[in-house]
């Protein structure tokens, strides 16, 4: 079974600078995550997905990042401008369908590391 | 908003101690999860707890989710230096812990 995809692996900006970031998660699963973990912290909810539908965005800084998940498979995540707080590491996870009550375990790709200088 | 913190934020053991994670809510929780980072890695999933003082075990590491579903503990006996890394509490799948790392001093 193929993984969580996730591209680029590194990404290096300047400050004013838009980026975007791809997930693939695993097929069939319905949930997608996507997170932010700055060095040294634990990974923060940015966004969740059910299927094509929003189902958490209340940590996303909206006025600079946006995600879309238009067909319920693949993600993207961009921001635009970048600061240089927003260097960080942009983990993608997916897990099994939310609503279906019981809680799954969330399966993580290898992350996209930004820089921004 | 909730929060939810984890002691200590370090810890180097010798090979061989025992290692022990605490992880409180703000809030109870209606589950929580554990997940295991390696350096440079992504977080992968240990174990799940739900039920109220449930006790679960994976060879040397055993997890537990307090009474009141407000905390819970990880425990590895007899560290090995497969160990290292960083250990995370996921509180009801939407806020990871601040996270412990550990070192093992072989």
């Given at each position: 079974?193929?993984?969580?995809?996730?591209?680029?692996r590194y990404k290096i900006i300047e400050k004013r600078q838009s980026v975007a970031f791809w997930c693939n998660p695993i097929s069939g699963h319905a949930t997608l995550y996507w997170y932010q973990q700055i060095l040294g912290q634990g990974p923060k909810l940015l966004i969740q997905f059910q299927n094509n539908g929003v189902v958490d965005d209340s940590q996303l800084p909206k006025d600079r990042f946006s995600?879309?998940?238009?067909?319920?498979?693949?993600?993207?995540?961009?921001?635009?401008?970048?600061?240089?707080?927003?260097s960080a590491v942009y983990l993608c996870a997916s897990s099994l369908?939310?609503?279906?009550?019981?809680?799954?375990e969330q399966y993580f790709g290898p992350g996209t590391r930004l820089t921004v200088t | 908003g909730q929060q939810v913190m984890q002691i200590p934020q370090y810890q180097h053991v010798q090979e061989g101690e025992d290692f022990t994670t605490y992880c409180n809510s703000s809030t109870t929780l209606s589950n929580i999860q554990w997940y295991k980072q390696r350096p440079g890695g992504h977080p992968v999933f240990l174990?799940?707890?739900?039920?109220?003082?449930?006790?679960?075990?994976?060879?040397?590491?055993?997890?537990?989710?307090?009474?009141?579903?407000?905390?819970?503990?990880?425990?590895?006996?007899?560290?090995?230096t497969t160990d290292v890394g960083t250990?995370?509490?996921?509180?009801?799948?939407?806020?990871?812990?601040?996270?412990?790392s550990l070192t093992v001093i072989p």
């Open positions: 079974e193929a993984g969580v995809a996730q591209s680029p995600a879309e998940r238009l067909k319920g498979v693949d993600s993207t995540l961009k921001i635009q401008p970048a600061k240089l707080e927003d369908d939310l609503q279906r009550g019981a809680p799954y | 174990i799940q707890l739900v039920k109220s003082g449930e006790v679960k075990k994976q060879k040397r590491l055993t997890f537990q989710f307090g009474e009141a579903k407000k905390n819970s503990s990880l425990h590895i006996t007899a560290t090995q250990y995370f509490c996921l509180g009801n799948q939407f806020y990871f812990g601040t996270g412990t």
